[in-house]
């Protein structure tokens, strides 16, 4: 009889144990499917098509705490070379062209303007991506141009869709790429190589020319 009683409360300990068992692993997966139900939330972006669209997303390309001063130039909605904005600090912003598929716009130190206004000068006469380089590179080594202060940057920041967050101005994939101006710069006068080694390496391109610097190009998004 004794040994029986035995039996019967071990018996009820391992039902009791199972049941619990079962109800700790009811709790765990409803935990684990809870966590990995992630809310998928997507971004509202939506085309650039008025001028305020268009300053505010361009002004990504500028350093986020210089964003309030910069100068902002470049075609309007209306297909007009205006200045979009004023500003008051070093930096002016060349907006993105509607016109163009796409999305590019820079910024530029503004020791740097008459070396660029003189390429928009020369492209609207008409004249090639070669001629412009020729006539400037004449005109900086006779001093004519100014080529601003060594070591000015240019931030770029470029896309392929014309799509921007309206909360964050942000344009859908957009990336970075920095341009340094080193004017007559050489690969001996760096220490850099003259071609990419790789994604957000720097490196030298017009080497020897008005127009050398140092190209620092974006590291491709990781998926």
């Known amino acids: 009889m004794k040994r029986f009683l035995v039996v019967i409360a ?28 992630v809310e998928q939330v997507e971004t509202n972006y939506v085309p650039i098509d008025s001028d305020e669209a268009l300053i505010a997303a361009s002004l990504m390309a500028a350093p986020e705490e210089s964003r309030a001063g910069c100068k902002v130039i470049g ?8 200045t979009l904005r004023e500003g008051d600090n070093e930096f002016i912003v060349l907006a993105d062209d509607p016109k163009k598929s796409g999305f590019n716009a820079a910024c530029y130190h503004k020791s740097l303007e008459p070396f660029m206004a003189r390429g928009r000068e020369l492209r609207a006469e008409g004249k090639t991506g070669p001629e412009i380089f020729d ?18 940057t240019l931030h770029i920041y470029y896309g392929e869709s014309d799509q921007y967050n309206p909360e964050t101005h942000e344009v859908e994939g957009a990336q970075y790429r920095y341009v340094v101006y080193l004017p007559f ?37 990781k998926e």
């Open 10 to 37: 071990l018996a009820g300990a391992l039902i009791s144990c199972k049941n619990a068992g079962e109800s700790k692993k009811d709790t765990d997966d409803s935990a684990t499917a809870e966590s990995n139900t």
């Open 75 to 82: 075609y309007n909605m209306a297909g007009e070379f205006v």
């Open 135 to 152: 006539i400037r590179e004449q005109e900086a080594k006779s001093g004519k141009l100014d080529m601003g202060k060594p070591g000015t």
């Open 185 to 221: 710069a050489t690969a001996e006068s760096t220490g850099l190589p003259e071609k990419p080694v790789g994604p957000n390496h720097p490196w030298i391109m017009n080497p020897g020319t008005h127009r050398a610097h140092i190209m620092i190009s974006p590291l491709p998004d």
